[in-house]
């Protein structure tokens, strides 16, 4: 099946600083990836859709300009959380559709702490 | 309005019996597709089953199995033969419109699943 290698698995941040979470297909190429975050005990929440070589979609209410999404290629792409703040506290989670039809593929996550 | 509605926040199943986790969902587009994912403690989520809603009967993967009302717009899980690794939160979710690579999933509120021994 489709692998998805996602990391920093958990990455404990100050408050100000950026931190880059990187999802990697491994074995198959795929132009749409989806973001998604969780927060505690909670569903998830898509936060964008980005496409390979173009701009990223983002979700009513997420601030483009905060959760900076590269999609450079169509086996990685990268979730920026900028000048992070303790609310941006979450589980952030990548998943990647690899065929028409497909359920999605997700990364293991990244537990983000800001401290 | 909700797209996925899981009403049951909470449940409880015995060691080897058969438990069934409820979901609706409401959409007006014709071709929609449902998923039941699993998310043990660890984080991951892990595909479960798949009912088109064109499809004919009911999808069926080992011991899960769907339910599809497509007139009630319901698509419950059954999990049959509980295991205690069946212990973890369960999400159904919903993609619209036509299949193709860019269709967003949307998720439920999720249901806790805990079997005991």
């Known amino acids: 099946g489709a692998v998805v290698s996602q990391h920093p698995s958990r990455v404990i941040c100050k408050s100000g600083t950026s931190v880059k979470i990187e999802c990697r297909s491994l074995?198959?190429?795929?132009?749409?990836m989806f973001w998604y975050r969780q927060f505690p005990k909670q569903s998830l929440m898509l936060m964008a859709t980005?496409?390979?070589?173009?701009?990223?979609?983002?979700e009513q209410g997420v601030e483009k300009d905060k959760f900076l999404i590269n999609h450079a290629s169509l086996t990685l792409s990268t979730l920026t959380v900028t000048s992070a703040h303790p609310e941006d506290s979450s589980f952030y989670i990548c998943?990647?559709?690899?065929?028409?039809?497909?359920?999605?593929?997700f990364g293991n996550g990244t537990r983000l702490t800001v401290t | 309005a909700q797209k996925i509605t899981q009403t049951q926040p909470g449940m409880f199943v015995q060691e080897k019996e058969a438990v069934t986790l409820d979901c609706t969902y409401d959409t007006s587009d014709p071709s929609y597709g449902l998923f039941w994912y699993k998310q043990p403690s660890s984080g991951e989520m892990i595909f479960l089953i798949y009912q088109g809603s064109y499809d004919q009967q009911n999808a069926t993967e080992g011991r899960y199995s769907l339910n599809f009302q497509k007139a009630r717009k319901s698509a419950n899980l059954v999990i049959s033969a509980s295991q205690l690794g069946d212990s973890a939160m369960y999400f159904c979710a919903m993609r619209e419109g036509l299949v193709e690579y860019g269709n967003k999933l949307v998720f439920g509120a999720g249901t806790i699943l805990r079997v005991k021994s």
């Open positions: 980005s496409n390979e070589g173009s701009k990223a979609t983002y």
């Open positions: 074995d198959f190429q795929a132009t749409t």
């Open positions: 998943a990647w559709r690899d065929r028409i039809n497909s359920p999605l593929h």
